[in-house]
């Protein structure tokens, strides 16, 4: 028998609204029923979807990607930021964003989006091109793919390194081990030249050469002659970009490197860069604790190439 029949209104026990027959009451319920699916599918789900908009919805917290899809976006972040990326969307998320309301698992992740999306600070400029960025880590990758230092050849082996700290610990590693010792003295050179000559001047018995100015002994007669320069002034090597006079032919390469541009000598510990030899000795003293040898750099190709120009 129908419920209007007791002209009893039915009323809904969840909005307390009231109708006169009870297949209404039942359809009205039921959408109570689907909305309550609907809130639950969108509590578990990593995003919301706008669906009745016509515009992408969601936005990478990494990058500039946008999609509509979560299917998508997952997809995106697996192949282009690996787990990291996809974590955000699939692990449980727990910081919010107070301007768009986006909800990130990591506080980091949150704090770069709010600086990359919500603010104008541009503090980090790139020094080849000058674009600004906002994010440290955002001018890194500009850099990386844009910038890249071109391969560079070792000139003892031909093999080709990634850039120039590349090539350097190569060459430390490969080429520049002071594996000959000393049989007198213990003491490790480079080469078996390097050796040769120390055995020469340090361990046999030769004819000195002694300054009658300051008194320091010499085995070698051109070592001789270059140190009584200083006392004497003479500067025998003349720079042909600025005409700077130089006592010994290795200072005036160090100068040259100057007017190359080229910053070979690279600091092993913070990868600082200098143009002569004398600046990375002098920066290596900021640093504490032991630190490598100095590196032992062939610059007669770059000054080779410098000349030609």
């Known amino acids: 028998m129908d419920d209007s029949s007791n002209n009893v209104p039915l009323a809904c026990d969840i909005c307390q609204k009231q109708f006169k027959k009870t297949y209404l009451l039942k359809r009205h319920r039921l959408g109570h029923e689907n909305q309550r699916r609907r809130n639950v599918s969108s509590r578990d789900s990593s995003f919301v979807e706008l669906a009745s908009q016509k515009q992408e919805a969601l936005s990478c917290t990494i990058c500039d990607f946008r999609c509509n899809k979560r299917s998508t976006m997952i997809a995106h972040l697996a192949e282009n930021h690996g787990d990291s990326g996809k974590s955000e969307f699939t692990s449980k998320r727990k910081f919010t964003c107070i301007v768009c309301g986006l909800v990130c698992s ?131 090597y003349r720079c042909s970009v600025c005409a700077r006079a130089f006592t010994t032919h290795s200072s005036l390469s160090q100068h040259l490197l100057l007017h190359t541009g080229e910053r070979i000598y690279v600091c092993d510990v913070c990868g600082k860069s200098f143009a002569q030899k004398a600046g990375l000795i002098c920066h290596r003293k900021i640093h504490s604790g032991t630190l490598p040898p100095l590196p032992v750099m062939h610059i007669d190709h770059i000054l080779k190439e410098f000349m030609k120009k």
């Open 106 to 236: 990591r506080k980091e992740t949150l704090r770069s989006h709010f600086v990359r999306k919500h603010t104008q600070r541009y503090e980090f400029s790139c020094e080849q091109c000058g674009k600004e960025f906002k994010i440290k880590g955002d001018l890194t990758t500009h850099t990386r793919l844009n910038h890249r230092e071109p391969p560079v050849m070792c000139d003892v082996c031909g093999k080709t390194c990634r850039n120039s700290h590349s090539l350097y610990t190569h060459q430390k590693h490969a080429h520049y081990k002071a594996k000959y010792e000393c049989p007198v003295c213990r003491r490790r050179l480079v080469t078996k030249e390097n050796l040769d000559q120390h055995v020469l001047t340090q361990h046999e018995k030769k004819e000195k050469s002694v300054c009658e100015e300051c008194g320091k002994t010499f085995f070698e007669n051109h070592d001789f002659r270059k140190h009584m320069r200083i006392h004497t002034g003479d500067k025998p």
